[in-house]
């Protein structure tokens, strides 16, 4: 990949003036535990709260030495109920065996009506989690940052990759039955977490801080299911009030998995979005590492639906019409002036005519196009999640 280059970082850097100081005057954390899964907390700032049982223990694996045996062990380790692999460190297989463990309040009949759902809404759920949440992830300066300086920064595809398994895992048939893989995915990635924390306080490029806060993944969180979810009502995709429960449900399962404190886990979507409206404001914005990584990820979803076409054009306006203009600016997406204004007015009656609101003879012939786009950044992010399996770094990117 390339460097940041001068360019890149002056077309970024007004934007990033404009929006003021990122994380400087933020205001103080104000979600009441009350509308958690928890239904109580202590309240504290999540932006100070890391993870204090995985944290310490891979921060041990890697000064250890550990982590290249315990990434060979677990490679094989793929189902929920599958049992961990001899041989692993002892404080690591203590932890791995009380972190797989599903909490108290998760509901198995939530969870496979969720599995449904995602079925039955699978090409808008893909669409928005996988291409949707990965233009919001590039315009969330700490993840931008923290994505671009780590190792997974400097081979993007591989980055996808394993971002994506994630995903698929969550929106599989059977995520968290005994076949399924999500419990795997997830104690997988919250020991990656741990580990980037540990290892980007090490880069010359990192500020010093410590990244991946509560508030972090709560951030990221939100651009996945609370985002999909209000893109799906502003569509006006049908969806009962039992489906739309079992879908946050498997999301809260996934964050509690993934090790986010219950009292930061949103019980109802009513306290979702209130909280993703405190959350992402102060947490979003324009960088130049955010700038690159767009551009990299939008020019390997146009080389793989058509390459030397006019793909890149319309992969450019389907994500700007994903999420908005004002990400899309933050991301330097280009403005199609032919794409733009049909996809925004196509994707709609799309939507209508899969759902069987209107008929076939009023949705225009260019929607076609629009729709294998669309299949095709689905088909994307498929095909690179299962190119690879999640393991624990043990550097930040390359120099």
Same mark, same amino acid.
């Given at each position: 990949?390339?460097?940041?280059?001068?360019?890149?970082?002056?077309?970024?850097?007004?934007?990033?003036?404009?929006?003021?100081?990122?994380?400087?005057?933020?205001?103080?954390?104000?979600?009441?535990?009350?509308?958690?899964?928890?239904?109580?907390?202590?309240?504290?700032?999540?932006?100070?709260?890391?993870?204090?049982?995985? +944290?310490?223990? #891979?921060? &041990?694996?890697?000064? =250890?030495?550990?982590?290249?045996? %315990?990434?060979? $062990? @677990?490679?094989d380790w793929n189902r929920n109920d599958q049992p961990l692999p001899a041989g692993l460190p002892a404080d690591l297989r203590d932890f791995m065996e009380q972190a797989r463990q599903l909490p108290t309040w998760a509901d198995r009949v939530k969870l496979e009506r969720a599995a449904q759902f995602n079925k039955s809404r699978g090409i808008y759920l893909n669409l928005l989690n996988g291409v949707g949440g990965g233009m919001l992830s590039t315009a969330i300066?700490?993840?931008?940052?923290?994505?671009?300086?780590?190792?997974?920064?400097?081979?993007?595809?591989?980055?996808?990759?394993?971002?994506?398994?994630?995903?698929?895992?969550?929106?599989?048939?059977?995520?968290?039955?005994?076949?399924? +893989?999500?419990? #795997?995915? &997830?104690?997988?990635? =919250?020991?990656?977490?741990?580990? %980037?924390?540990? $290892? @980007?306080?090490?880069?010359?490029?990192?500020?010093?801080?410590?990244?991946?806060?509560?508030?972090?993944?709560?951030?990221?969180?939100?651009?996945?299911?609370?985002?999909?979810?209000?893109?799906?009502?502003?569509?006006?995709?049908?969806?009962?009030?039992?489906?739309?429960?079992?879908?946050?449900?498997?999301?809260?399962?996934?964050?509690?998995?993934?090790?986010?404190?219950?009292?930061?886990?949103?019980?109802?979507?009513?306290?979702?979005?209130?909280?993703?409206?405190?959350?992402?404001?102060?947490?979003?914005?324009?960088?130049?590492?955010?700038?690159?990584?767009?551009?990299?990820?939008?020019?390997?979803?146009?080389?793989?639906?058509?390459?030397?076409?006019?793909?890149?054009?319309?992969?450019?306006?389907?994500?700007?019409?994903?999420?908005?203009?004002?990400?899309?600016?933050?991301?330097?997406?280009?403005?199609?002036?032919?794409?733009?204004?049909?996809?925004?007015?196509?994707?709609?009656?799309?939507?209508?005519?899969?759902?069987?609101?209107?008929?076939?003879?009023?949705?225009?012939?260019?929607?076609?196009?629009?729709?294998?786009?669309?299949?095709?950044?689905?088909?994307?992010?498929?095909?690179?999640?299962?190119?690879?399996?999640?393991?624990?770094?043990?550097?930040?990117?390359?120099?």
């Amino acid at each position: 990949m390339a460097e940041l280059s001068r360019r890149k970082i002056l077309i970024s850097g007004g934007a990033l003036g404009a929006l003021g100081a990122l994380g400087v005057a933020t205001p103080a954390w104000s979600w009441s535990p009350s509308g958690s899964i928890a239904g109580a907390g202590a309240g504290a700032d999540p932006r100070w709260v890391w993870d204090a049982e995985a +944290d310490p223990l #891979v921060a &041990a694996l890697i000064d =250890r030495g550990d982590v290249p045996l %315990v990434n060979e $062990l @677990l490679w094989d380790w793929n189902r929920n109920d599958q049992p961990l692999p001899a041989g692993l460190p002892a404080d690591l297989r203590d932890f791995m065996e009380q972190a797989r463990q599903l909490p108290t309040w998760a509901d198995r009949v939530k969870l496979e009506r969720a599995a449904q759902f995602n079925k039955s809404r699978g090409i808008y759920l893909n669409l928005l989690n996988g291409v949707g949440g990965g233009m919001l992830s590039t315009a969330i300066p700490k993840e931008a940052r923290a994505v671009y300086y780590s190792k997974g920064g400097a081979d993007m595809e591989d980055r996808v990759a394993k971002t994506s398994i994630l995903g698929f895992a969550v929106g599989a048939l059977n995520a968290y039955r005994p076949d399924g +893989d999500c419990v #795997v995915q &997830a104690v997988k990635t =919250r020991l990656v977490h741990a580990a %980037v924390r540990h $290892l @980007l306080q090490q880069s010359p490029h990192w500020d010093g801080t410590i990244p991946i806060s509560q508030e972090d993944m709560l951030v990221t969180w939100h651009t996945l299911p609370t985002f999909a979810m209000r893109r799906m009502r502003d569509w006006q995709v049908p969806m009962t009030t039992a489906d739309t429960d079992a879908y946050l449900h498997v999301w809260q399962v996934t964050a509690h998995m993934l090790g986010i404190r219950d009292e930061y886990i949103p019980a109802t979507w009513a306290a979702a979005n209130a909280q993703s409206d405190q959350v992402l404001p102060r947490n979003m914005g324009p960088t130049p590492e955010g700038v690159i990584l767009t551009d990299i990820l939008l020019g390997q979803l146009a080389e793989q639906t058509s390459p030397g076409s006019i793909s890149r054009p319309l992969v450019n306006a389907l994500a700007r019409y994903l999420v908005g203009d004002q990400v899309a600016d933050w991301d330097k997406i280009r403005r199609e002036p032919v794409w733009g204004p049909l996809i925004s007015t196509v994707w709609p009656l799309l939507v209508k005519f899969r759902e069987g609101l209107i008929p076939l003879p009023l949705v225009p012939e260019t929607a076609w196009v629009i729709d294998e786009a669309a299949r095709q950044y689905i088909l994307f992010y498929l095909t690179k999640g299962k190119e690879t399996k999640i393991v624990i770094p043990t550097m930040n990117r390359p120099e």
